[in-house]
């Protein structure tokens, strides 16, 4: 199953078993119309049922079933949290980081490389490149990335004079 990763175990919450979550979204309210979520600790997945998520401040609590003491929640420290890409919500528009991972980037015909990070740089966000020639910082501008298929894994850009000069 094709997961997506949405937050992280911080520790136990209270003496119930509770997990307090770092969520790795920019909606946390999504966990509260979970019914399931996946913990995967190093390379052991386990899937849990949700019983109860509320908000705290920027963190989630998630209570799941089966998870029912500090000592049993303690165990899940630092645990990614999951859920299915299913259950991720279509966009109006644009696309999600995840989405754009792993996509091969053209210029023409000319395989510049494959996205393997997306930074947020507050002016707009950069795609890390990796290709034969290196690392290549492409910025996310509608000047520069001309077309995006998400289910075709490809980009298309025209880049800016010079920057491949840069390295």
């Not at 966009?91 to 995840?98: A, D």
């Not at 000319?110 to 020639?133: F, H, M, R, W």
């Amino acid at each position: 199953m094709d997961e997506v990763l949405i937050g992280e175990v911080l520790r136990p919450q209270g003496i119930n078993g509770e997990l307090k979550i770092y969520p790795l979204t920019n909606n946390p309210e999504r966990f509260l119309k979970l019914k399931e979520v996946v913990l995967r600790c190093g390379e052991t997945d386990q899937r849990f049922k949700i019983i109860n998520a509320r908000l705290q401040m920027d963190f989630v609590l998630l209570k799941v079933e089966g998870i029912d003491s500090v000592e049993q929640a303690e165990k899940y420290r630092g645990c990614e949290v999951r859920i299915d890409r299913a259950e991720v919500p279509p966009l109006s528009e644009g696309w999600y980081y995840f989405e754009l991972e792993g996509m091969q980037v053209y210029e023409g015909e000319l395989l510049l490389g494959t996205i393997s990070q997306v930074l947020e740089t507050g002016a707009n966000d950069v795609y890390v490149v990796k290709g034969p020639k290196g690392e290549l910082c492409i910025p996310a501008l509608k000047s520069v990335v001309q077309h995006v298929d998400v289910p075709g894994r490809r980009m298309e850009v025209i880049l800016p004079p010079g920057l491949l000069d840069i390295q």
